[in-house]
Nanobody, 118 residues
Framework: QVQVVESGGGLVQPGGSLRLSCAAS????????GGWYRQAPGKQRELVAE???????NYADSVKGRFTISRDNAKNTVYLQMNSLKTEDTAVYYC????????????WGQGTQVTVSS
């Protein structure tokens, strides 16, 4: 079994920054894919950023130039640095990882609230 725990959400003013962390623990050999999704009230869950082994990260157009996804393989942790936050970034942010243990398995975190408001 694999546990995925997000942290780092909170309340921030427009123009501010937050750094989200996603720590995966349990039985697996490596994280192949790490992704951040978000879901605002009344909207569908959408991909924010994704990082895969050996390829450039992928970002939603709405966050390009403001958000940066990264990973620390030694800590089995995926990060999302969010700068120049806007009110429309307000949502619950979810981490998704695909880990390798024989084959690939996907797991979601429980979500962390990000609220951008003055």
């Amino acid at each position: 079994q694999v546990q995925v725990v997000e942290s780092g959400g909170g309340l921030v003013q427009p123009g501010g920054s937050l750094r989200l962390s996603c720590a995966a623990s349990g039985t697996f050999s490596r994280i192949n894919v790490g992704g951040w999704y978000r879901q605002a009230p009344g909207k569908q869950r959408e991909l924010v950023a994704e990082i895969r082994s050996g390829v450039m990260p992928n970002y939603a157009d709405s966050v390009k130039g403001r958000f940066t996804i990264s990973r620390d393989n030694a800590k089995n942790t995926v990060y999302l640095q969010m700068n120049s936050l806007k009110t429309e970034d307000t949502a619950v942010y979810y981490c998704y990882v695909m880990v390798q243990w024989g084959r690939e398995y996907g797991y979601w975190g429980q979500g962390t609230q990000v609220t951008v408001s003055s």
